[in-house]
C-alpha cells in the first residue's frame, strides 16, 4: 500500500523559515506534490516533483530525493496568512493521476 | 476561485438516505476527481473519470458511485448512508488524465455532508 508521513503540527514565528518534510511508501512512483488548505477552504496546489532536486516558486521551494523516497516543502519570510495546513501527496498510478495524500501538517505561523 | 463548482455547500440529511453531490469542472478540464476529506481519516481519493470514462478507482465505498456526464459535469451518488459519511467532499479537476506537466489538480470548494 502507499503511506505517506509528515509532521501533523509546526509553529513559527512571522518572517521566520520552516521546512515541513514528507517520507513516502508507494509501489509506484510519479511526483510529490505540495497542496496548501486553509481552514473551511479547499486545497491549492503549491508545487511539483517529478525529479530529484529543488524547485522554487516565490517564498515557497520544494525538494525531492526519489533515492530517499523524502520530500520537503520550505516556506520563507513566513506571513500570517500562511497559517493553514500543507498537505504532501503521491502520484503513485500511471493509469491515472489519483493522488494520495498525507495527513497534513498544521502550520501555524506566530506574530 | 478555481473554476470548479460545487453544489450544494452544505447537505444534512438522516441514515439510510441517498443524496447526489455536484460538480462542474474548469472550463476545458476534461478529468474530474472525488476526494472524501474526514477528520480521522485525512484526504482520501474516490474515483476519477476522463472524458465521460471511469479513470481510476480509489477505496470507494459500493454504496457510492459517481459518473461523468458528456457536458463533463459530474456527479457523486451516496445511498444507504452511516454517521460515519459525514465528512467534506471535495471534487477537484484537470486538464488531462495525468501525464506530464505539473500535475496540477484544481479542488472546488468542497460539500459538507452532515449525516444525523
Known amino acids: 500500500g502507499q503511506s505517506l508521513e509528515q509532521p501533523s503540527e509546526v509553529t513559527a514565528v512571522e518572517g521566520a523559515i520552516v521546512q515541513i518534510n514528507c517520507t513516502y511508501q508507494?509501489?509506484?512512483?510519479?511526483?510529490l506534490s505540495w497542496y496548501q488548505q486553509h481552514d473551511g477552504g479547499a486545497p491549492t496546489f503549491l508545487s511539483y516533483n517529478a525529479l530529484d532536486g529543488l524547485e522554487e516558486t516565490g517564498r515557497f521551494s520544494s525538494f525531492l530525493s526519489r533515492s530517499d523516497s523524502y520530500g520537503y516543502l520550505l516556506l520563507q519570510e513566513l506571513q500570517m496568512k500562511d497559517s493553514a495546513s500543507y498537505f504532501c501527496a503521491v502520484r503513485d498510478n500511471n493509469a491515472g493521476n489519483m493522488l494520495t495524500f498525507g495527513g497534513g501538517t498544521r502550520l501555524m505561523v506566530k506574530p | 476561485d478555481s473554476g470548479v463548482t460545487q453544489t450544494p455547500k452544505h447537505l444534512i440529511t438522516a441514515t439510510g438516505q441517498r443524496v447526489t453531490l455536484r460538480c462542474s469542472p474548469r472550463?476545458?478540464?476534461?478529468?474530474v476527481y472525488w476526494y472524501q476529506q474526514s477528520l480521522d481519516q485525512g484526504l482520501q481519493f474516490l474515483i476519477q473519470y476522463y472524458n465521460g470514462e471511469e479513470r481510476a478507482k480509489g477505496n470507494i465505498l459500493e454504496r457510492f458511485s459517481a459518473q461523468q456526464f458528456p457536458d463533463l459535469h459530474s456527479e457523486l451518488n451516496l445511498s444507504s448512508l452511516e454517521l460515519g459519511d459525514s465528512a467534506l467532499y471535495f471534487c477537484?479537476?484537470?486538464?488531462?488524465w495525468g501525464s506530464g506537466g505539473k500535475n496540477e489538480q484544481f479542488f472546488g470548494p468542497g460539500t459538507r455532508l452532515t449525516v444525523l
Open positions: 477537484a479537476s484537470s486538464p488531462t
Open positions: 472550463s476545458g478540464d476534461l478529468s
Open positions: 508507494t509501489s509506484g512512483f510519479y511526483g
